[in-house]
């Protein structure tokens, strides 16, 4: 739990996982960070990283507004209408139930960080794609 007064230094200290096993040809790869309860909120962080050919699928949240800011490699994002490809150093924003998917379709990795602030029900995708 972050204290009102110190706030909280975190390190990943997991292993890359695919987290979703319910969807198992969604192929991100994350390391949990933050996953705090604040005030009926929560905030969750994560190291996001789609190797070369890789798709996190398109999906939606529903409750959940999302934060992510690419560190390393290439990416075709989508956000809802809009697709683009995206570098290092370049932040996303992604409202609930705004649709997206990213697509590395580049020869390196992409790694980044995300960060979903919403309610404290489990995050819970809704696949638009097998």
């Known amino acids: 739990m972050i204290s009102k007064k110190n706030g909280l230094f975190v390190k990943s200290k997991t292993k890359w996982v695919h987290p979703y096993k319910d969807h198992p040809t969604d192929r991100l790869k994350i390391k949990l960070i933050l996953n705090e309860k604040i005030k009926g909120s929560r905030i969750v962080g994560l190291e996001a990283r789609i190797e070369s ?53 580049f020869s390196n990795p992409w790694e980044g960080i995300a960060f979903a602030i919403g309610t404290r029900k489990k995050i819970d995708n809704i696949w638009m794609e097998d």
């Open 53 to 105: 050919g890789d798709v996190h699928q398109m999906h939606i949240h529903k409750n959940e507004y999302v934060l992510v800011y690419s560190l390393s490699g290439k990416c075709v994002v989508t956000v809802g209408q809009k697709t683009k490809t995206i570098l290092p150093h370049t932040m996303i924003f992604i409202p609930p139930k705004v649709p997206h998917r990213f697509y590395n379709k």
